[in-house]
């Protein structure tokens, strides 16, 4: 009985267009087509061809040594248009891919674990214990210290002690369930907010700090590098799969724990478990490119008013279709205003909160069981 209210709850009102392995082929094959068009176009457009034997060049230097890749190195291992394409345009699209799988997955999974299609990092207060680790980081002049690499590492800390502590609230007085857990990231994220935003106050506004700490809230990519891409792609890869290979569980935390309890599996542990994996996704991205708003809200809705809340579907499609949607939006923003870059996470919001008021309008899916 249980079983069949669950494999309802997971379909219910969706009528599916096409098999979800098709799609998840087809999103696939437009996430590859998507990356050479993409690095294409910008303030000074660049033919396909010569992009092509860019990329080509620096792949196979990388395999055969400094100097040996297979092109001419003149044209395509230095000058203006190697930089441009390897060294700025591609490694920011390559961020944005995982980034965008990061965001979209974390989404998710935090609305599984509260049963709450409005959750994402910004409701269970993680986004604002990043913020408030990147402002103090700003503040106080730590990148002087510690390098560039400071705010980026002080809103990762920020992200992850506020899911910590967000976990722990939860649990104080009994176990930890979907509605004490939105209750701690209402009040964690009401406390960041205030103490950044008394950090904002009283700072000397002629130091430039209040004009930083809005650059990296704006969200941006610029930054991208490939270092940085070699640590986020492997994480956002991971972190895809492990969840992937928890979809069982996930479908169950949409009958509640008391349902879950009489199919034979406790979600107490999984629940803080998967919130703090996916914690972690959230403050990988938030360390690459600040903060973006929508997107692990808006992307999981889409996916789930096409197929439903079945996970092993859910998470690889909405993966891939976060990639996208970031990929595209960061190639607007560099294309949208002449020889000027809007920041990315302003684009992400004024396309993602209209199109979650019209896909709130429309919905005809049910989240969880009732």
């Known amino acids: 009985m249980k079983k069949s209210k669950l494999k309802h709850s997971l379909t219910a009102g969706v009528r599916q267009a096409a098999p979800p392995y098709f799609v998840m ?168 907010s205030a103490v950044s935003s008394f ?6 506004t002629s130091s430039g700090a209040v004009e930083s700490v809005m650059r990296w809230m704006l969200g941006s990519l610029a930054a991208a590098t490939w270092e940085n891409n070699l640590m986020i792609l492997p994480v956002a890869l991971i972190g895809l799969l492990f969840f992937w290979s928890q979809y069982r569980a996930l479908n169950l935390m949409l009958l509640g724990d008391e349902a879950a309890m009489t199919l034979g599996m406790s979600l107490k542990n999984r629940r803080t478990m998967y919130l703090l994996v996916a914690s972690l996704l959230v403050g990988f991205a938030v360390y690459s490119a600040g903060i973006l708003g929508f997107v692990g809200l808006v992307i999981p809705h889409m996916v789930r008013l096409l197929f439903g809340n079945e996970h092993k579907f859910l998470l690889p499609l909405t993966s891939l279709l976060g990639s996208i949607f970031l990929l595209w939006a960061d190639v607007l923003c560099r294309v949208i205003i002449p020889r000027t870059e809007l ?24 989240f969880g069981v009732d």
């Open 25 to 192: 082929l087809l999103l696939l094959t437009l996430l590859l087509l998507s990356l050479p068009a993409a690095v294409t176009l910008g303030s000074a457009p660049i033919p396909p061809g010569e992009i092509y034997r860019v990329i080509w060049y620096h792949l196979t230097e990388s395999i055969l040594g400094a100097g040996k890749g297979l092109g001419d190195a003149a044209r395509y291992g230095q000058g203006s248009l190697s930089d441009i394409v390897w060294f700025v345009r591609l490694p920011r699209l390559v961020l944005a891919i995982g980034v965008g799988s990061c965001l979209s997955v974390s989404g998710v999974v935090m609305q599984a674990v509260v049963r709450n299609p409005m959750a994402d990092p910004y409701v269970l207060g993680i986004s604002s214990g990043a913020c408030l680790g990147a402002i103090l980081a700003i503040v106080f002049g730590l990148g002087a210290v510690f390098g560039s690499a400071a705010v980026g590492s002080l809103a990762f800390i920020g992200a992850f002690v506020i899911s910590l502590s967000v976990v722990a609230l939860a649990n104080l007085g009994g176990k930890a369930n979907s509605v004490k857990l939105v209750l701690a990231g209402t009040a964690v994220a009401a406390i960041c």
């Open 199 to 204: 950090l904002l106050y009283v700072i000397n």
């Open 343 to 366: 920041p990315i996470g302003i684009l992400t919001s004024l396309i993602g909160a209209p199109l979650f008021i019209i896909l709130m309008a429309k919905s005809s899916y049910s």
